[in-house]
């Protein structure tokens, strides 16, 4: 039996009619009556296929625009709040012990610090041995200065102007050096020993953080926008990361879209957790942003002092030397998640307290429903910045394993490294958190001095710090003028609302 003679169908055109034709060489009819059912097919799926391919072209345009837009338009209103945000960090880190609190600042644990020359106090010693030595000599020479050994006189180089006495109360003052002869700073509030590239305390709100960093020597204006790309990387990762992640949980588990406000929702539960589970895994990825923009913003400007040169430089040298799990885990480890879970936690449930608790709408009650959002919101700010200021610190602590360059810093911190978060709120109670009654002394030097030796000056602290919680709430004027001013104009916006109505 023969076998049968098979024709193909071309790849894009009609069947092969014609038996006698190859099928290799398959022929092709203009005859719109010959056309088969499947020839039609393949045509209108060819042509579905270009239509949808130039759509995508041009939706994908469109996206990379709007991204394009939107990045720079996130970019400049970041660097809007960076100078404040910059202030604030600056507050939070600083360290200012009291009068009774460790003002030596683990010398013992800091060698480098000991190590460290007061150029003003050697100069006064100099300068008061010099003034010693030339006034013995007028003494014995009647206004001319002389040599014992060679019986020569020469006049006196300088002029009768006030001198230093040497019988002064700070020629008389002990200070500690170390073996190799630099002086030991047992004070943080000594501008004698503070050094060229550090600021003094910054005793006020953000605003005063702000313009002393613009005018010290070695900051300027630009030191305002420390760490605004890690920043701003951050942001934009976290914008396509985060909604990815919530909507492919929200599919898996069969939940409503996220896109819908949780107040709609008869049972929020399961939302709010694939919401909180989705902060918490993206923030916890996009830490290492975290923490080298904080150091970035901390450490000083000056190029011989400086430790990292940049975001990719802060991340290469702190795994080179103190090891890639120091991204993310150490003591950054449980501030991390904390924040990344009661940060979308409480901002998502503040609404739902208000209208399920409360009992209050936005529509029938606007004043009371922006009334209810303040209280609700100073609460949350009260619970959270204790936890920022202590994740601050802590981002800052490095324990390297292998030794490098120094991490200087622009504003004083606290050189003893906290064994923790319940350790670094305690020392900050106890060690900056003035009671009641109490005050801060800053300790300021002058060339030319009076008997007593010391000016003090007595700095006021705010009506928080009876509660000695004053170093865990750095910067809350700034939050709490916000939140003000965010409800004065609800306010004002519902009230005229109100009037044309009427």
Same mark, same amino acid.
């Given at each position: 039996?023969?076998?049968?003679?098979?024709?193909?169908?071309?790849?894009?055109?009609?069947?092969?009619?014609?038996?006698?034709?190859?099928?290799?060489?398959?022929?092709?009819?203009?005859?719109?009556?010959?056309?088969?059912?499947?020839?039609?097919?393949?045509?209108?799926?060819?042509?579905?296929?270009?239509?949808?391919?130039?759509?995508?072209?041009?939706?994908?345009?469109?996206?990379?625009?709007?991204?394009?837009?939107?990045?720079?338009?996130?970019?400049?209103?970041?660097?809007?709040?960076?100078?404040?945000?910059?202030?604030?960090?600056?507050?939070?880190?600083?360290?200012?012990?009291?009068?009774?609190?460790?003002?030596?600042?683990?010398?013992?644990?800091?060698?480098?610090?000991?190590?460290?020359?007061?150029?003003?106090?050697?100069?006064?010693?100099?300068?008061?041995?010099?003034?010693?030595?030339?006034?013995?000599?007028?003494?014995?020479?009647?206004?001319?200065?002389?040599?014992?050994?060679?019986?020569? /006189?020469? *006049?006196?180089? +300088?002029?009768? =102007?006030?001198? !230093?006495?040497?019988? %002064?109360? #700070?020629?008389? $003052?002990?200070?500690?050096?170390?073996?190799?002869?630099?002086?030991?700073?047992?004070?943080?509030?000594?501008?004698?020993?503070?050094?060229?590239?550090?600021?003094?305390?910054?005793?006020?709100?953000?605003?005063?953080?702000?313009?002393?960093?613009?005018?010290?020597?070695?900051?300027?204006?630009?030191?305002?926008?420390?760490?605004?790309?890690?920043?701003?990387?951050?942001?934009?990762?976290?914008?396509?990361?985060?909604?990815?992640?919530?909507?492919?949980?929200?599919?898996?588990?069969?939940?409503?879209?996220?896109?819908?406000?949780?107040?709609?929702?008869?049972?929020?539960?399961?939302?709010?957790?694939?919401?909180?589970?989705?902060?918490?895994?993206?923030?916890?990825?996009?830490?290492?942003?975290?923490?080298?923009?904080?150091?970035?913003?901390?450490?000083? /400007?000056? *190029?011989?002092? +400086?430790?990292? =040169?940049?975001? !990719?430089?802060?991340? %290469?040298? #702190?795994?080179? $030397?103190?090891?890639?799990?120091?991204?993310?885990?150490?003591?950054?480890?449980?501030?991390?998640?904390?924040?990344?879970?009661?940060?979308?936690?409480?901002?998502?449930?503040?609404?739902?307290?208000?209208?399920?608790?409360?009992?209050?709408?936005?529509?029938?009650?606007?004043?009371?429903?922006?009334?209810?959002?303040?209280?609700?919101?100073?609460?949350?700010?009260?619970?959270?910045?204790?936890?920022?200021?202590?994740?601050?610190?802590?981002?800052?602590?490095?324990?390297?394993?292998?030794?490098?360059?120094?991490?200087?810093?622009?504003?004083?911190?606290?050189?003893?490294?906290?064994?923790?978060?319940?350790?670094?709120?305690?020392?900050?109670?106890?060690?900056?958190?003035?009671?009641?009654?109490?005050?801060?002394?800053?300790?300021?030097?002058?060339?030319?001095?009076?008997?007593?030796?010391?000016?003090?000056?007595?700095?006021?602290?705010?009506?928080?710090?009876?509660?000695?919680?004053?170093?865990?709430?750095?910067?809350?004027?700034?939050?709490?003028?916000?939140?003000?001013?965010?409800?004065?104009?609800?306010?004002?916006?519902?009230?005229?609302?109100?009037?044309?109505?009427?």
């Amino acid at each position: 039996m023969a076998a049968p003679n098979y024709n193909f169908p071309p790849p894009g055109g009609a069947p092969n009619v014609n038996s006698n034709a190859s099928p290799l060489r398959p022929s092709y009819y203009s005859n719109s009556s010959l056309e088969s059912p499947l020839e039609a097919y393949y045509q209108h799926n060819l042509s579905l296929e270009y239509e949808l391919a130039a759509q995508n072209d041009i939706n994908s345009q469109q996206a990379a625009k709007e991204l394009l837009s939107y990045g720079m338009i996130k970019f400049l209103t970041q660097a809007l709040a960076a100078p404040f945000e910059a202030g604030q960090i600056l507050l939070q880190v600083q360290y200012m012990p009291n009068d009774d609190g460790d003002e030596t600042n683990g010398r013992d644990d800091d060698f480098a610090e000991q190590e460290r020359r007061d150029e003003e106090f050697m100069r006064a010693q100099e300068e008061a041995e010099d003034e010693e030595y030339f006034s013995e000599g007028a003494g014995a020479g009647g206004g001319y200065y002389t040599n014992s050994h060679r019986g020569a /006189s020469f *006049p006196s180089p +300088r002029p009768a =102007t006030k001198r !230093l006495d040497p019988s %002064s109360a #700070i020629f008389h $003052e002990r200070k500690e050096f170390d073996q190799s002869g630099y002086l030991i700073r047992t004070n943080v509030y000594d501008d004698d020993s503070r050094p060229a590239f550090q600021m003094p305390p910054i005793e006020g709100g953000v605003w005063k953080a702000i313009t002393d960093l613009a005018k010290h020597p070695t900051e300027g204006y630009l030191s305002l926008w420390k760490g605004q790309y890690s920043n701003w990387a951050y942001e934009m990762l976290h914008l396509f990361a985060q909604p990815t992640l919530e909507a492919t949980l929200n599919d898996t588990f069969d939940l409503y879209d996220d896109t819908i406000p949780l107040v709609h929702l008869d049972h929020v539960g399961p939302n709010i957790a694939t919401m909180v589970t989705s902060h918490l895994v993206v923030g916890f990825i996009l830490s290492p942003l975290e923490l080298v923009r904080t150091r970035l913003i901390v450490q000083t /400007s000056d *190029p011989k002092q +400086r430790k990292y =040169t940049g975001m !990719l430089n802060c991340i %290469s040298t #702190i795994i080179a $030397e103190e090891g890639f799990s120091a991204l993310w885990g150490g003591v950054n480890l449980w501030p991390t998640v904390l924040t990344h879970t009661l940060t979308p936690l409480f901002t998502n449930l503040i609404p739902l307290i208000i209208d399920r608790v409360f009992n209050i709408s936005a529509v029938d009650s606007p004043f009371l429903h922006a009334l209810a959002e303040l209280g609700l919101d100073t609460l949350d700010l009260l619970i959270r910045m204790p936890l920022e200021t202590i994740r601050r610190r802590l981002q800052i602590q490095i324990q390297a394993k292998i030794p490098g360059k120094r991490y200087e810093t622009v504003v004083e911190t606290r050189k003893r490294p906290y064994a923790g978060m319940v350790d670094c709120a305690y020392k900050i109670i106890q060690e900056e958190g003035a009671g009641a009654g109490q005050k801060r002394r800053i300790s300021r030097r002058r060339r030319h001095e009076d008997e007593d030796g010391e000016d003090q000056k007595y700095v006021h602290r705010p009506w928080y710090a009876a509660w000695r919680v004053r170093g865990l709430y750095t910067g809350l004027g700034m939050h709490l003028t916000s939140n003000f001013a965010m409800f004065a104009v609800g306010a004002v916006s519902s009230l005229q609302d109100d009037s044309d109505d009427w």
